[in-house]
Each structure stands twice: as C-alpha cells, then as structure tokens.
C-alpha cells in the first residue's frame, strides 16, 4: 500500500526519468520496454521496481542539463490520446510542445510522401492542406523535407491547424533548414515525439534511423486518415500505409501514384482497402460527405 502512494505521487518529470532510465538498459528497444510495461501504462510503476541507481543517476544528470521547454504526458493520463491506446501502439510516453488539446480535435489528417519529392508532388500536398485546413481539418505531418513541409507551411498560411510528429528528440531540429518551422509548430500548434533524450545523445548516428517509422506509425494513430502524395517501394511512407491498414484507419493514394508504372505498392494498398484519389473531392466525400469545393 506505501508503494501504491509512492506511485501516485511521481511528478511528470519523475515519470519522463523513469521513462529515460528504462531506454538507457542495455538492449532496450521500443518492442521491448512496451512488452516490460505491459500491465501498466507508467513507466515510473515499473522504474519503481528497478534497482539502478547508477544508470538514473546517469539519466538525471544528462537531463539537469537540457532546457526544461517542453511537457510529458503518459498513456495512463486522462489527456493521453485515446487514438494512441490502441494495443497496435507501443509507445507509453510522449514529449510534447504546444496545444495537446489539438488531439481532441475530430478532424486530423496526415499529409505525407517523399522527401526528395518532385514540385509538381509538393503543389499537390499544398494544394491539399489549404483546402482541408480551411473546412477545419488539423494537418498532421512529420516535418521532413518535401511532401511533409509542403503540407505545413501550405496549411498555417491559411491559418490552419497543424501537428507536427518528429522522429528526433523533442529538443532537436531535423532537417536543421526547418527549424522556423518546428518553431512555429511548437509554439502556436502541436509537436509531438517519443525518442527518448539521453539514449538519443549516446546512439550512433546509423542506429538514429530506426525512430523515423515509429514516427510514422505514431501520425497514423493520431489521425482519422493519411493522404500519401507520392512514394517509391522502398519509402518510409509504406510504413505509415501498413499502419492505417492495421489500425483501421482511411488511406488515400493519390492517382498520380498509380500511373507511374514502376510502382507497385499502390496497386497492393488499394487491394487492402485504400482509396485512389483522382480529384480532391475524392477526399472530401469520403470525409465530410456535403463539404463541396466551390
């Protein structure tokens, strides 16, 4: 009973260095700790219980030097996304900057596709996220370069919504070109991330990569549907696509996809319930029903 009041009393903070200390164990993994707080969505319950003192002290430290600028929030919040209940989702504790009140909005949709994306590909995606953002749909997207920029800057210059889902610390900028724009997102609008602080700043660049698709499966849990603008076969965008088929959630492909002959991968997700896209009301009748575009 003293240990169940000693749990309920962990701070935020206590909760993001339970959180930090369970990722810097040797050979943890995302797979891992969700299997580890598999009867408790608190990290802090399950940290309560281990005994290392010398690794906590490590994470402490690392982060008594880090600007305290953003908030957590664990999946045993009353505030914690329910989209991202799902047993699908792995991750039990998220950063977070700006308004979290923007995941209780019903209308949030994904924008995603290429990095190295063509201009006719980065019309499409802001041609798209004005439209939706105007009739009040918060774009979500991952602040890459190409397709996800595209997405944002179109919608907050139409003074729409947006959420940004990074696959890089809280506190990092990646691309470094896009820190403005992360900026506003933080600032005025919702960033979101799941990579843990101190085992970030101790990986090897080459490992950094493995955060990106749980980035992407995370955009899909926190919104109604994904828009894919474009993609090759070996895109990280596939990974969005086989969330939204696993967790039920609507997938466009737009056509211009489909006519590139070289690409299988439309053709597979359209099989599996995604929608082809040829004009944007395609989009807008699935969604809204009556929301015509005059």
């Not at 201009?119 to 009040?136: Q, S």
């Not at 820190?179 to 919702?190: G, R, T, Y």
């Not at 549907?225 to 969005?240: K, P, R, Y």
């Not at 439309?266 to 969604?287: S, T």
Request: proline share 4%; net charge positive.
């Amino acid at each position: 009973m003293k240990n169940n009041i000693e749990i309920k009393s962990f701070s935020p903070y206590e909760e993001m260095i339970a959180y930090e200390t369970l990722w810097a164990r040797d050979g943890a993994t995302l797979k891992r700790i969700s299997e580890y707080l598999s009867h408790t969505n608190r990290p802090s319950k399950a940290q309560f219980f281990l005994d290392e003192y010398e690794t906590k002290d490590k994470v402490k430290n690392f982060l008594s030097t880090i600007k305290k600028d953003f908030s957590v929030i664990t999946a045993e919040s009353y505030q914690y996304p329910p989209a991202l209940k799902d047993p699908a989702h792995q991750i039990k504790l998220l950063y977070y900057k700006g308004d979290l009140g923007l995941l209780d909005s019903p209308k949030r949709i994904s924008i995603v596709g290429a990095r190295k994306a063509s201009e006719d590909g980065k019309r499409r995606a802001a041609k798209i996220a004005r439209i939706l953002a105007k009739r009040g749909y918060i774009i979500v997207s991952g602040l890459a370069e190409g397709i996800d920029t595209a997405a944002m800057e179109a919608a907050i210059s139409v003074g729409g919504k947006v959420i940004g889902v990074i696959g890089t610390p809280i506190n990092e900028y990646y691309p470094k070109k896009n820190k403005e724009l992360q900026d506003v997102v933080a600032k005025e609008n919702l960033l979101l991330s799941h990579v843990p602080l101190y085992r970030y700043s101790k990986e090897h660049f080459n490992t950094k990569r493995f955060y990106f698709p749980q980035r992407n499966i995370s955009m899909a849990a926190v919104s109604d549907a994904t828009i894919i603008i474009e993609a090759s076969d070996t895109s990280g965008t596939l990974t969005q696509a086989r969330a939204c088929i696993s967790l039920n959630r609507r997938l466009f492909i737009l056509n211009s996809c489909f006519e590139q002959e070289n690409l299988l991968w439309p053709h597979k997700y359209e099989k599996k319930g995604a929608i082809r896209v040829r004009e944007i009301q395609d989009i807008l009748n699935v969604l809204g029903g009556d929301n015509e575009i005059n």
